[in-house]
């Protein structure tokens, strides 16, 4: 069973950073692309940055200059989001994404997603 484990939310002030780490375990042997998305109150969910395996990234205009995604270079099983300049309406649940995940035994998971971790951006 493949699972997705978030870290690194938290409470910070505005113009603060922070960096959310989030690594896939399980009998993985390799994963397409690796995202984070975020969920504000009322507000459905919503694609931040991803990275595919051979490293291209793209953002939403509001991350862009401020956020930065990158998977580790070994396994690329481990995927970072550190986020500079946070404003308050960077509040939301942050949640780890990956798609087309191959097994050591051989089956292709289409997608997974992780539990979630808070972010709240606010003085």
């Known amino acids: 069973q493949v699972q997705l484990e978030e870290s690194g939310g938290g409470l910070v002030q505005p113009g603060g950073s922070l960096r959310l780490s989030c690594t896939a375990s399980?009998?993985?042997?390799?994963?397409?692309?690796m995202a984070w998305y975020r969920q504000a109150p009322g507000k459905e969910r919503g694609l931040v940055a991803l990275?595919?395996?051979?490293?291209?990234?793209?953002y939403v205009d509001s991350a862009k200059g401020r956020f930065t995604i990158s998977r580790d270079n070994a396994a690329k099983n481990t995927v970072f989001l550190q986020m500079n300049s946070l404003k308050p309406e960077d509040t939301a649940v942050y949640y780890c994404y990956a798609d087309n995940i191959h097994t050591m035994a051989g089956r292709t998971l289409p997608e997974v997603w992780g539990q979630g971790t808070l972010v709240t951006v606010s003085s």
């Open positions: 990275i595919t395996s051979g490293d291209g990234t793209d």
């Open positions: 399980g009998n993985i042997f390799s994963i397409n692309t």
